[in-house]
C-alpha cells in the first residue's frame, strides 16, 4: 500500500461519486475526439482526393454536387455532358490535362468509372498486380475493392446499374479484371477503372464516335434495361430519379435505397456520346481568372473548383463544428468544477486523515501530491475513456453508414490533437486538485487530531 | 549514537500554555530502551496534550524534549517528521485509521511510509496477534470500538518503531480485550525492545507497569 494506492481507494471509497465526474470527462472527451477524428480525416480525404484538380466541368446544377460525385464519388452526379467537351476543352491552350469520367454503374456497391489511365496517374496509382486496361471491358481495380471482393486478376464481373449496388444487372459482355493497384489512401482505392468505352457499351453504344445524332433524344428504344428510366437532362439528378421506379426488387436492406439513381453516362437516345464529368488541370493561373467563366457560359456546362467548393462546405459545416467543440468544452470545464467540488468536499472529511498520515511520517509535499494524483487518476480514466468512447462511435458510425466509411472515416487512426485533449483533461483535473489540495500544508495535525468528531 | 544508557525520551521543564492558560506542566522524566511507563492523570491534565508534544506534533511552550537524544525544539520540520517516521508508532485517543483503507492496508500503509517497503507476513502476524484476522479486510466504519483500538495498536507496530505511545488505547475496551491488549503491548515491546508510554486513566493497567509518570491538574501545578 502506497499513496498512490491511498489515492485509488479514496476514488473507490466514494465510488459513485467517482464513476459520475469520469462520466462527464468521458462525454465531452469523446465529443472533443469525435470532432477531431472527423474533421482532420474528412479534411485530409478531401485534400488527398482531390489532388493535382483545378476544375471539374460536369452537368449544370449544384457545384457541390458535381464536386461530390465526380471527385469524391459520394453524391450523384449532376447529369451528362457532350463528349466533345473533351476536345473542345483539350485545345485551349492554357489546360494541361483533361480527365474523362464516365460514372452510373457499379459492382458490389464500388462505382465503376470509365475514364483513362491519367485518373489512375493523377493518385500516384500504382499496380500492384497485372497491367493497365488497354481495351473496353477490361478492369483495373482499387485495393480496397479487391480486398473487399476478393476479386483477383482474370477474374469476371458483371456491373449493374447504378452506384448503389442494388440495381440489376447488365445481362452484357461482363468486365474482367486485368489489374489490382496498390493502396493510395485515396478514393481510387475503391474504384473500378475501366476506359470510357467500356461504360459506352455496357449501354448499348458503339465506342467509335457515332456520327451525328439523326435519331431523336427522347427515344429510349435504343434503350435494353427492363424498366423505365427518365432520362432527363436537365441537370436536376436527384430529382428526375426520384420517380425512377425499381420494378425488380432489391435484395439487400441498404439504407442507400434512397439514393437516387444516377445518369448513365451514354445517353440513350441519340448517337452523341457522353461523358459524366471532366477533371480539368491547369497549365497556367490565367486559366483559373477566364475558364470558369468561358464553361459557365456554355448551356450545359458548369465549371466548380474543388478548393472553392470544399471551402465552403467545411466553412458552413465548421460553423456547426465550432458550436459542438464550444459545448464539449463547456463540458469539459464542469467536469473539471465537478472535479474541484469533489475532492474539495472530500479532502474536508479528510482532514484527521492528512494529520494521521503526517504522524507516520508523510512528507507534506508527498500528501499533497497524492491529494493531486487523485484529480489527475479521475481525469485520465475520463480521458482515456473518452478517447475509447470517441473511437468506438466512429468505429460504429463508419460501420454503419458506409458514406462515412467511403470519405475515409475510420477509427483505427489516432491524431496528435487527441494526445492534446488528453493532456489538457489530465491538466485539468491537476489543476482541480491543486487547490484542495493545497490544504496539507495549513492542517494543524495537533488541533485535527484532538478533534474528536 | 544511542548507547542503551542514553533515554530514548527525556524531557525537561515542559510546560505548554494555551491562550495564556497553563493546559500541560510535566515534571522531569527520562525512558530509557525498553522501559515502560504508564502517564497518569486526570481528564484534563494535559497527558494527550505530552503525547503531542513528545511525538513532535506541539511546539511546547518552554522545556525540552529529546527522542533518542535529538532536541526536538532544535530540528527542522522535515527532520522532526523523519525522526517520528522512523522512532515512533502512535496510537491516537481517537484511533485515526484511515476510513477508505481496510485494516490491513492501514498497517500496510503505515509499514511503507515508515519503512518505505511491505512486509506482508509480519503484517499477517501483527494482524493474528491482535485477534483481527476474520476482520482484516473490513472498513474501519465497520469495527467495533474495541476491535477499531486493536486495529489502531498493530498499525502503531508495525513498523517496529523504538517508542510506542498510545493515549488510552484501552478506554473502549471490556477487561479481558484491556488486559490482552495491555500485555500485547508489553509484549511486542519486549520482543522488539521499544520504549512504551501509555497514557490512561484506567487502573486495570497500573499493575502491569513497572513505572508512572503523573501528571497534576496544570491549575494545582502552576
Ligand atoms: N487546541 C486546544 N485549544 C484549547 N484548549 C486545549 C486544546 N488542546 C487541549 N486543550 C486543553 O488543554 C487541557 C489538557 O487537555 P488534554 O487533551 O491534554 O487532556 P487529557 O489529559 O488528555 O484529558 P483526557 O483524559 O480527557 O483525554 C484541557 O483543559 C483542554 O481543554
Ligand atoms: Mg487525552
Known amino acids: 500500500m502506497t499513496l498512490a494506492g491511498l489515492s485509488l481507494a479514496y476514488l473507490k471509497d466514494r465510488a459513485l461519486n467517482t464513476a459520475l465526474n469520469i462520466l462527464l470527462l468521458t462525454l465531452s472527451v469523446a465529443t472533443l475526439v469525435i470532432l477531431v477524428l472527423f474533421s482532420s480525416q474528412l479534411a485530409e480525404r478531401f485534400e488527398r482526393d482531390a489532388q493535382g484538380i483545378d476544375l471539374v466541368v460536369g452537368a449544370k446544377g449544384s457545384p457541390l454536387q458535381l464536386i461530390l460525385s465526380s471527385i469524391y464519388q459520394v453524391d450523384v452526379p449532376t447529369g451528362n455532358i457532350p463528349l466533345a467537351t473533351v476536345d473542345l476543352l483539350r485545345a485551349d491552350p492554357t489546360v494541361a490535362e483533361v480527365i474523362p469520367l464516365a460514372l452510373g454503374d457499379s459492382f458490389r456497391g464500388y462505382r465503376i468509372v470509365g475514364t483513362e489511365p491519367a485518373y489512375v496517374e493523377n493518385f500516384g496509382g500504382v499496380l500492384a498486380q497485372g497491367q493497365m486496361f488497354a481495351a473496353d471491358y477490361q478492369a483495373v481495380i482499387g485495393a480496397q475493392v479487391a480486398r473487399e471482393t476478393g476479386a483477383g486478376l482474370g477474374q469476371k464481373f458483371v456491373g449493374s446499374h447504378g452506384l448503389s449496388g442494388d440495381g440489376h444487372d447488365h445481362e452484357e459482355t461482363p468486365y474482367e479484371v486485368v489489374g489490382i493497384l496498390a493502396p493510395t489512401g485515396t478514393v481510387l482505392d475503391r474504384l473500378i477503372v475501366t476506359p470510357v468505352g467500356s461504360i459506352w457499351a455496357a449501354h448499348g453504344f458503339a465506342p467509335p464516335p457515332a456520327e451525328g445524332a439523326a435519331e431523336d433524344h427522347d427515344d429510349h428504344a435504343g434503350h435494353d434495361h427492363d424498366h423505365d428510366h427518365d432520362h432527363d437532362h436537365d441537370g436536376d439528378g436527384h430529382q428526375d430519379h426520384a420517380a425512377h421506379d425499381h420494378e425488380d426488387g432489391h435484395e439487400d436492406a441498404h439504407d442507400e435505397h434512397a439514393e437516387a439513381e444516377p445518369e448513365h453516362a451514354a445517353h440513350a437516345g441519340g448517337g452523341d456520346l457522353e461523358v459524366t464529368a471532366l477533371l480539368i488541370k491547369y497549365r497556367s493561373s490565367m486559366a483559373a481568372v477566364r475558364l470558369p467563366n468561358f464553361i459557365n457560359k456554355q448551356t450545359e456546362l458548369q465549371a466548380a473548383a474543388p478548393a472553392v467548393e470544399m471551402t465552403r462546405l467545411l466553412s458552413l459545416l465548421g460553423v456547426g463544428i465550432d458550436a459542438v467543440r464550444a459545448f464539449a468544452i463547456l463540458l469539459m470545464a464542469t467536469s473539471g468544477l465537478s472535479i474541484f467540488v469533489a475532492l474539495y468536499s472530500a479532502l474536508r472529511q479528510r482532514e484527521g486523515d492528512m494529520a494521521m498520515l503526517r504522524v507516520m511520517g508523510a512528507r507534506p509535499g508527498a500528501i499533497f501530491g497524492h491529494i493531486v494524483l487523485e484529480g489527475v487518476l479521475l481525469a485520465a480514466a475520463g480521458a482515456l475513456l473518452g478517447v475509447a468512447v470517441g473511437h468506438a462511435v466512429v468505429a460504429a458510425s463508419a460501420a454503419s453508414f458506409p458514406q462515412l466509411r467511403d470519405m475515409g472515416l475510420t477509427a483505427a487512426r489516432f491524431e496528435t490533437a487527441e494526445l492534446v485533449i488528453v493532456m489538457a483533461a489530465i491538466g485539468m483535473g491537476a489543476l482541480a486538485a491543486l487547490i484542495p489540495a493545497l490544504k496539507v500544508f495549513r492542517v494543524d495535525i495537533a488541533k485535527t487530531l484532538a478533534d474528536t468528531r | ?222
Open chain 2, 1 to 222: 549514537m544511542t548507547t542503551p544508557a542514553e533515554p530514548l525520551i527525556e524531557v525537561r521543564n515542559l510546560r505548554h500554555e494555551i491562550d495564556g492558560r497553563c493546559v500541560m506542566a510535566a515534571p522531569a522524566f527520562a525512558a530509557a530502551k525498553g522501559e515502560h511507563t504508564l502517564l497518569l492523570g486526570p481528564s484534563g491534565s494535559g497527558k494527550t496534550t505530552l503525547i503531542n508534544v513528545i511525538t513532535g506534533l506541539i511546539t511546547p511552550t518552554s522545556g525540552e524534549v529529546r527522542i533518542a537524544g535529538q532536541l526536538m525544539s532544535a530540528l527542522p520540520a522535515a527532520q522532526r517528521d523523519q525522526l517520528r517516521r522512523r522512532t515512533i508508532g502512535v496510537v491516537f485517543q481517537t484511533l485515526r485509521l484511515i476510513g477508505a483503507l481496510s485494516v490491513r492496508q492501514n498497517l500496510a500503509l503505515a509499514q511503507r511510509l515508515a519503512l518505505g517497503q511491505n512486509d506482508s507476513t509480519a503484517i499477517e502476524a501483527l494482524i493474528a496477534q491482535v485477534g483481527l484476522t476474520h476482520r482484516a479486510d473490513a472498513r474501519p466504519r465497520e469495527l467495533s470500538q474495541g476491535e477499531g483500538q486493536r486495529a489502531a495498536i498493530a498499525r502503531a507496530l508495525c513498523a517496529r518503531p523504538a517508542i510506542v505511545v498510545a493515549d488510552e488505547p484501552t478506554s473502549a475496551l471490556d477487561d479481558a480485550n484491556a488486559i490482552a491488549m495491555s500485555d500485547l503491548l508489553l509484549a511486542t515491546a519486549e520482543a522488539t525492545g521499544a520504549t512504551l508510554l501509555i497514557a490512561t486513566h484506567d487502573n486495570r493497567l497500573r499493575a502491569r507497569f513497572d513505572r508512572t509518570m503523573t501528571l497534576a491538574a496544570p491549575q494545582v501545578a502552576a
